[in-house]
């Protein structure tokens, strides 16, 4: 990274006239940011374009981007990087892992930088669902970008096999597991169709907590400091999904994996599928059949978790790069680019004001299914996010899986899931 140490900028000072490349070298602000991507492929180049394109605006400003595997390996490598002392300027990890980088003091509050009139409307411009996981303690510590809801990904062509309507979805949780169970076929003893499948890997508590906001509760506190893992709505909501294999015989026994659902999906083996918005572009892209995009079934109400990363501020940027970072992050979420983004790859552009753009307005036209995970925010909650939330979500994720694998009742397991959260967060307990 360039930095201008006090001695090297009186040397600049001092011979401008003679080195006036090395003068303009010094006038560039290098910031770095962390970026989740699994695998290669083509957010990558998406990222790298937008970084080109900013730079070629803003000569005066280097973006580098750095692409450091999921979003789990993201948080690990900006955290031990950072602590020492050769963090990233940014890093793009899931909005629900401010907590764990607030208590380890490592990143700043954006609402500090975003000071003048024009800031603090840009802060304002975002879609308040996306907001709610990154403000903490009256200050705003994410910026959202790669945002998503989980929707319904459905079959048209099996649904008008199976005498229904190809344009309209199951609303409710008992149409939606009869409908399953009716999509089901089987050759013998061997199920080569299934109704639904709802991934029980990479993000079990994500695809969970959707469907206990549609039972009618929520998995923790605002302050991130209790759960409420076995409320009767949570373990109604783990038997929902239990009795779609057991009882409805209409999602596979077990527990299905997150990368195989789109695939599965794809190639016909299912119905309908349960997934993130952030897959609506590989599967608009990929499927040779017609299909449509649907909010999730409602059980007492709609509800899906909001999803996916926010930006952060680490606290090794010095002035000059939080500058930096602050005009890269107002260009890279303005109307136009949250809705090229949006367009792009399917995460749901994160402002009002990209859905009026005309390359938007445009798209959603030709493609409605767009739209609806930017409908569903109206019913969305904000993801689970706690004080050592890692823990916490994993202790809810080994309970929920012992439960689908048929190893605990629905009620033991949320039980379990609730004293092991309980006990993490023993200490934040004010």
Request: with cysteine.
């Amino acid at each position: 990274m360039t930095l201008i140490t006090s001695r090297r900028s009186l040397l600049v000072g001092a011979s401008a006239l003679a080195m006036p490349a090395i003068a303009r070298a010094q006038g560039v602000t290098e910031i770095e940011f962390y970026f989740p991507v699994a695998v290669g492929g083509p957010i990558t180049k998406i990222i790298d374009g937008y970084a080109a394109e900013f730079m070629a605006h803003n000569p005066k400003i280097k973006v580098k981007p750095v692409y450091a595997g999921s979003y789990v390996d993201t948080l690990t490598k900006a955290v031990t990087a950072t602590k020492a002392n050769q963090g990233p300027q940014m890093a793009l990890v899931l909005a629900v892992d401010a907590y764990s980088l607030i208590d380890d003091d490592l990143v700043l509050p954006f609402d500090t930088l975003a000071t003048s009139d024009a800031d603090k409307a840009w802060l304002a411009g975002f879609y308040p669902a996306f907001m709610r996981n990154g403000l903490i303690d009256g200050h705003t510590w994410g910026i959202p970008f790669q945002r998503s809801t989980i929707v319904m990904y459905y079959n048209k062509s099996i649904f008008k096999e199976i005498g229904a309507d190809p344009e309209k979805a199951p609303a409710t949780w008992e149409a939606h597991a009869e409908l399953a169970a009716k999509a089901v076929k089987r050759e013998g003893d061997r199920t080569t169709r299934w109704g639904v499948q709802i991934p029980g890997t990479g993000f079990t508590y994500w695809l969970y907590q959707a469907m206990a906001a549609e039972a009618g509760t929520e998995l923790a506190n605002a302050d991130g400091t209790k759960v409420n893992f076995n409320d009767p709505a949570c373990v109604e909501a783990l038997q929902y999904w239990m009795d779609l294999s057991g009882k409805y015989k209409a999602h596979p026994p077990g527990i299905v994996d997150w990368g195989v659902t789109p695939r599965d999906f794809l190639e016909e083996k299912v119905a309908m599928i349960w997934h993130t918005t952030g897959n609506l572009s590989n599967i608009k892209n990929n499927a040779k059949f017609p299909f449509g995009v649907a909010m999730l079934p409602a059980g007492k109400r709609r509800g899906s978790p909001t999803g996916g990363g926010n930006f952060h501020l680490f606290k090794g940027a010095n002035p000059a790069q939080q500058a930096a970072c602050l005009t890269f992050l107002k260009w890279l979420t303005s109307p136009v680019m949250a809705a090229k983004w949006g367009i792009e790859t399917g995460y749901v552009a994160t402002r009002p004001d990209a859905w009026k753009t005309p390359e938007m307005t445009k798209y959603v036209e030709g493609f409605p299914a767009a739209a609806v995970a930017r409908d569903q925010l109206e019913f969305a909650v904000p993801e689970l996010s706690t004080h050592e939330n890692q823990r916490v979500a994993q202790a809810l994720t080994d309970e929920l899986q012992a439960a689908l694998l048929g190893k605990k009742p629905a009620q033991q397991a949320l039980d379990d899931a609730q004293a092991s959260g309980t006990r993490i967060l023993k200490p934040f307990v004010r």
